[in-house]
C-alpha cells in the first residue's frame, strides 16, 4: 500500500490500479486492474502520483 510522506510524494505503489490518457480529452484515468472500471478521472494536471502508467495499445 502506498503511504503519503506529507512531502509531495509517496512511498510505495497503489496496488491494484493503473492509469491511462484520454487521448480526446487528454485527462488521465485511474482504473481498477481487477475490475477494469474507472475508478477516477484527474481534473488536474499531470499524473496520479504512485499509480502504474499502462500503454494505451494494451489497455483497449
Do not use: C, E, Y
Not at 3 to 20: E, L, Y
Not at 23 to 36: A, L
Amino acid at each position: 500500500m502506498a503511504a503519503n510522506t506529507g512531502k509531495d510524494h509517496r512511498v510505495g505503489a497503489v496496488k491494484n490500479r493503473a492509469q491511462v490518457q484520454n487521448p480526446v480529452t487528454k485527462k488521465w484515468i485511474k482504473i481498477d486492474t481487477k475490475t477494469g472500471k474507472i475508478v477516477d478521472v484527474k481534473s488536474s494536471k499531470g499524473q496520479f502520483k504512485g499509480v502504474r502508467v499502462l500503454d494505451s495499445k494494451r489497455a483497449s
